[in-house]
């Protein structure tokens, strides 16, 4: 690909130019598991999840209660804990759906 600062030909796969440091846009070799800012309930763990796999949302939460109800809570509680510490927030509008999702500040009329 070309950065689009520069206009240089960079590795597909990297995430910043070489040449001027420029952070590319993320596309989906570069997509790494965080936790969703546009589709979370409580910490966007299983919305992060759900993005990086390409699942629906809600099936995944559906099942994620599933597993952890049949596990006797205390695994799945403790996964998610877990999964909430070490997943880096997603950025705001990284994912296309963030765009039907726009969280801005004195919104909400429909
Ligand atoms: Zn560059």
């Not at 040449?19 to 309930?41: E, H, I, N, W, Y």
């Not at 759900?50 to 994620?64: G, H, I, K, M, S």
Request: charged share 10%; aromatic share 12%; proline share 7%.
């Amino acid at each position: 690909m070309i950065c689009p600062t520069c206009q240089r030909e960079i590795a597909d796969y990297s995430n910043f130019c070489y040449f001027c440091g420029t952070r590319q846009a993320p596309g989906v070799a570069g997509r790494r598991l965080m936790r969703s800012v546009v589709d979370s309930k409580i910490a966007g763990v299983c919305g992060g999840f759900a993005e990086y796999f390409n699942w629906d949302p809600t099936v995944t939460r559906v099942l994620f209660v599933f597993i952890t109800i049949g596990t006797g809570f205390a695994p799945g509680i403790v996964a998610y804990i877990v999964a909430w510490i070490l997943m880096p927030q997603a950025p705001y509008l990284s994912s296309p759906a963030g765009a039907t999702h726009t969280a801005t500040p004195g919104g909400g009329s429909r």
